[in-house]
């Protein structure tokens, strides 16, 4: 009894550290960012916003049609990994509502929500953990291959450093996808010693594996122009060769912001890591308004998506609507 005590205090510690790290990093990133914001007050008041709404609208729905796709391939790995099926408006609800509690620090009250959801169709709490994190792990690599790819085609001064990396990382890129399963393997240990319990999963195959590298490499890649896109509807100078700078750090922004657990939604990590790498285009306006820009369209977004899946939930677990006889989402084999 006295060690299992030792046990949960010293993991309340490590928990603590961790938490307190992760907290400095975010305070750090936030008191740059608002101080660089202060210092260049006068200069932001001064901007004069020339609003082109085809690029504003047409960003936004880039935004909301990537996280659209994403709740369709969601629903797809579900079908491949367990018998039980949902339609798409169920899989539309529980994704976007759930997506609203990122914005909570620990980044978990997303899949709790999940598992409690789909726990009433039949589905394990460990395949609903499975699930987000191939989805999260995919997510990952597909943002840090183009984002290292960035580097590797814009920093010729620094590519000593950015091409090994390249390199170490396209093995461990593709040992992910063509040893997946040993990889998986290795990945659901881990997460069932952190969360001490058993996790049942199917191993996917390969050409599955590759079809949602694809589909996010893409998805991740719109997901960055649409910070190009905004920058033309709020009337900043930008060349077409900037859609690739003002692209990756957005894509880079948020990979950081989602590995730092503790901030709610990469709060004020995003937003400083982005103003980073925008600075050096020359435009401190723009590396200042852009990634408050995106943050507010991206919120947008979530709520947009996030109150129509929480009316769609209410309707379909009170009963009033039958997902039963929602038309099936339709099947491809490979």
């Known amino acids: 009894m006295i060690k299992l005590k030792d046990k949960m205090k010293k ?8 938490y307190m790290i992760g907290f400095l990093i975010v305070a750090g990133t936030g008191y740059f960012f608002i101080r660089e914001f202060y210092y260049n007050l006068d200069s932001i008041a001064k901007f004069k916003f020339d609003i082109n709404w085809f690029y504003l609208i047409t960003s936004q729905l880039l935004l909301i049609l990537v996280t659209i796709a994403g709740t369709y391939f969601w629903q797809l790995l579900l079908k491949i990994i367990t018998s039980k099926r949902i339609s798409f408006r169920e899989s539309f609800a529980i ?5 609203l509690t990122k914005y909570l620090p620990g980044k978990v009250w997303s899949f709790a929500l999940q598992m409690l959801l789909l726990s009433q169709k039949g589905i394990s709490k460990t395949i609903v953990l499975y699930a987000n994190l191939f989805l999260a792990v995919t997510s990952l690599f597909a943002s840090a291959l183009l984002g290292l790819l960035y580097f590797v085609c814009f920093s010729p001064d620094n590519m000593k450093l950015w091409l090994p990396l390249l390199f170490i990382f396209l093995i461990i890129y593709f040992g992910f996808i063509f040893l997946n399963k040993p990889c998986l393997k290795l990945l659901v240990k881990i997460v069932q010693i952190l969360f001490k319990k058993k996790l049942h999963y199917k191993h996917i195959n390969v050409r599955w594996i590759l079809l949602f590298q694809l589909v996010y490499l893409l998805g991740n890649a719109i997901f960055g122009i649409t910070g190009y896109l905004l ?17 990756a750090s957005l894509i880079i922004a948020d990979l950081i912001g989602f590995i730092i657990l503790i901030a709610p939604g990469g709060l004020g990590v995003r937003e400083g890591i982005m103003f980073a790498l925008l600075a050096a285009l ?3 306006n723009m590396a200042l308004i852009l990634p408050v820009g995106t943050r507010i369209m991206g919120m947008i977004s979530d709520l947009l998506l996030g109150g129509t899946g929480f009316i769609l939930l209410k309707k379909i677990y009170s009963g009033k609507d039958n997902p039963d006889n929602d038309e099936k989402v339709s099947s491809f084999t490979l």
């Open 11 to 18: 993991i309340r510690n490590s928990n603590l550290i961790l």
């Open 231 to 247: 920058a033309l509807a709020l009337g900043f100078s930008v060349s077409f060769q900037d859609i690739f700078a003002i692209a």
């Open 282 to 284: 020359g435009d401190k």
């Open 95 to 99: 994704v976007n509502t759930s997506q």
